[in-house]
């Protein structure tokens, strides 16, 4: 089943923080997160593997709570580059990634 | 480092016409394989995946194939090419937890 994200879409001023959810119905064995550009694959951000971790790099981390099926993404003191669509993946069985809908983030100046 | 690639960037193609879309790895052995479609303002649909070659596991019933010859190509098909089929169509590789994309091919169906 695909998870759940939310917001569908947010805009930002450049240093305001905002926080991407992605809910999965199973029980999930990682989360990955991806940022899109307009025509552009997706990128990978960051992997959170089972156990209920946190991770982040520069001003953007993310934790998975295994038990309620949850990811979230923080970004923090956006910038303009972070505009994009971010998407998590779900991983419930063997190496296959269900996406989210995606969420459309807007960082204006 | 490994490298995906992903040719044609574009295509254009009429309604019925045949298609082929190849994807090759740089820089790595056996991984796993991807074919995703994304369309327009949508979420990424997996529809194809291989653990190795000849392994293709199908996802989502529709008149694509696709077919890995070697262990780091792999290639989508279709005998005929339907106007839903439009889309922009990646590839990925993982090889462990991670999964990268390639750069992608949009395909417009007329």
């Known amino acids: 089943q695909q998870p759940v994200q939310s917001p569908q879409a947010v805009i930002l001023r450049e240093g305001e923080d905002a926080v991407i959810n992605c809910s999965s119905s199973?029980?999930?064995?990682?989360v990955h997160w991806y940022r899109q550009k307009h025509g552009e694959a997706p990128v990978f951000l960051m992997i959170?593997?089972?156990?209920?971790e946190q991770k982040g790099h520069d001003k953007i981390s993310a934790s998975f709570n295994e038990k309620k099926q949850q990811s979230s993404l923080y970004l923090t003191a956006s910038q303009l580059s972070y505009s994009g669509t971010y998407f998590c993946g779900t991983e419930w069985e063997g190496n296959k990634l269900v996406f989210g809908a995606g969420t459309i983030l807007r960082v204006k100046s | 480092s490994q490298t995906i690639h992903q040719w044609p960037a574009t295509l254009v193609q009429p309604v019925g016409s045949p298609l082929s879309l190849e994807c090759t790895v740089e820089?790595?052995?056996?991984?796993?394989l991807y074919w995703y479609r994304q369309a327009a303002g949508r979420g990424l649909q997996l529809l194809f995946y291989?653990?190795?070659?000849?392994?293709i596991s199908s996802e989502v019933p529709q008149n694509l194939s696709a077919s890995r010859p070697q262990d780091r190509q792999f290639i989508l098909s279709s005998k005929k090419l339907l106007l839903s089929d439009s889309g922009f169509y990646l590839c990925?590789?993982?090889?462990?937890?991670?999964?990268?994309f390639g750069p992608g091919t949009r395909l417009t169906v007329l």
């Open positions: 199973k029980a999930l064995y990682s």
């Open positions: 959170l593997l089972k156990g209920g």
């Open positions: 820089g790595t052995s056996n991984p796993n």
């Open positions: 990925a590789w993982s090889r462990g937890n991670e999964q990268f």
């Open positions: 291989s653990v190795g070659i000849g392994q």
